[in-house]
């Protein structure tokens, strides 16, 4: 099967599993660490159960790669999966979650989903077929001046265990905060890069080893045309500390105010 006819049996996957959590009921939020831990597993046990069933019919003896946050990618075929992505707000009983499926192999992402059930929307993308929302084909922003741009940041989770990206972040911020018209972070980093892939955000930059909420993303950015690089301007890659995604004439813009803050 072909990457670009994995997308069809991926998409199922992640609209059934969307459904499914969105008819959940919410649990009351966590006031404790431990509180947060079990009602995250009372959901994402089941859910990955759910999801296993479907992956494992498509694509049989395919690993689901685990902590990818801090660690090299195996090498072959592997499934990078966050059957909720933006998991915080979904327990919080706020919108801004999807559920987010790549297959990567040897290293690069070679198709991935994203769906946002709250939304009824669908990302696509597969190596070399380019990226779309719903079946129609997106590209980036066409803007020129950052002075009108929505620009968009996250952080990588457990972000207290890269002590330097969290220094990082916070003086990036302070350097585009004057320049840009706004800067927000509107939920799942996977979703706001797709967003920044289709031009509803024009730039998207975080700091930090991601490579679990990044690699379906970044292909999904790459296939609409968008540049996807860390920082300093080096492709960006499974494992790089940075990552900034943006149309060619902000992405030049961008560079020199975030390069000095790696």
């Not at 831990?37 to 003896?61: I, M, N, S, Y």
């Amino acid at each position: 099967m072909t990457n670009a006819a994995l997308l069809p049996p991926m998409t199922q996957a992640a609209r059934t599993l969307g459904t499914w959590l969105a008819e959940q009921e919410r649990p009351r939020p966590a006031r404790t660490m431990a509180e947060f831990k079990d009602v995250f597993d009372a959901v994402d046990t089941p859910a990955a159960a759910l999801l296993h069933e479907h992956l494992d019919r498509l694509r049989p003896g395919v690993p689901w790669a685990e902590g990818l946050y801090s660690r090299p990618l195996p090498a072959g075929e592997i499934w990078v999966v966050d059957v909720m992505d933006g998991a915080v707000q979904y327990l919080q009983g706020l919108s801004q979650w999807c559920v987010s499926l790549t297959l990567v192999k040897d290293h690069e992402p070679v198709a991935a989903v994203l769906h946002s059930p709250v939304l009824g929307e669908t990302y696509t993308a597969a190596l070399g077929h380019g990226a779309h929302r719903d079946g129609t084909p997106i590209s980036p922003s066409d803007k020129q001046d950052l002075a009108v741009t929505l620009l968009a940041t996250s952080q990588p989770p457990f972000i207290a265990t890269q002590p330097e990206a969290a220094t990082a972040a916070g003086r990036s911020l302070s350097a585009l905060l004057p320049m840009a018209g706004a800067i927000r972070n509107l939920g799942p980093t996977s979703w706001q890069i797709a967003d920044t892939a289709a031009g509803r955000i024009d730039a998207f930059w975080q700091y930090g080893r991601d490579n679990e909420n990044l690699l379906g993303a970044a292909l999904i950015a790459r296939e609409a045309g968008a540049q996807v690089t860390d920082t300093a301007g080096a492709p960006w890659k499974a494992g790089s500390d940075s990552f900034l995604t943006a149309p060619p004439a902000l992405h030049r813009q961008l560079l020199p105010l975030l390069a000095g803050h790696r």
